[in-house]
């Protein structure tokens, strides 16, 4: 059984920075791409980062482009999001998510399993 495990969130002032964590368990890590999703209430999901399952490649919603930084470590089986010069706009619910093919998809589609969530509330 495939299992994420987000962290890492938190409220933040605007400008501040947070790092996403989300550990999985029950597949071969590397094999597969990995993404972030965003939910803020009254809103659809938004992507916001998805990377390969090698790492080699790595996408951005524009949203966030320049901001935040995905990575993933294979041997650790966790992938992260840096957040920088965060808004209070990035208010949401951040999701991670494993695809299910080693080259990341850009919709939640292409995703079979999904952590629970961490909040991250960035203040004006």
């Known amino acids: 059984q495939v299992q994420l495990v987000e962290s890492g969130g938190g409220l933040v002032q605007a400008g501040g920075s947070l790092r996403l964590s989300c550990a999985a368990s029950?597949?071969?890590?590397?094999?597969?791409?990995m993404g972030w999703f965003r939910q803020a209430p009254g809103k659809e999901r938004e992507f916001v980062a998805a990377?390969?399952?090698?790492?080699?490649?790595?996408f951005y919603g524009d949203s966030v482009k320049g901001r935040f930084t995905i990575s993933r470590d294979n041997a650790k089986n966790t992938v992260y999001l840096q957040m920088n010069n965060l808004k209070p706009e990035d208010t949401a619910v951040f999701y991670c998510?494993?695809?299910?093919?080693?080259?990341?998809?850009?919709?939640?589609?292409?995703?079979?399993?999904w952590g629970q969530g961490t909040q991250v509330t960035v203040s004006s």
């Open positions: 998510a494993s695809d299910n093919d080693p080259w990341p998809s850009r919709t939640s589609r292409g995703y079979d399993y």
């Open positions: 029950g597949r071969t890590f590397s094999s597969y791409a």
């Open positions: 990377i390969s399952g090698s790492g080699a490649g790595k």
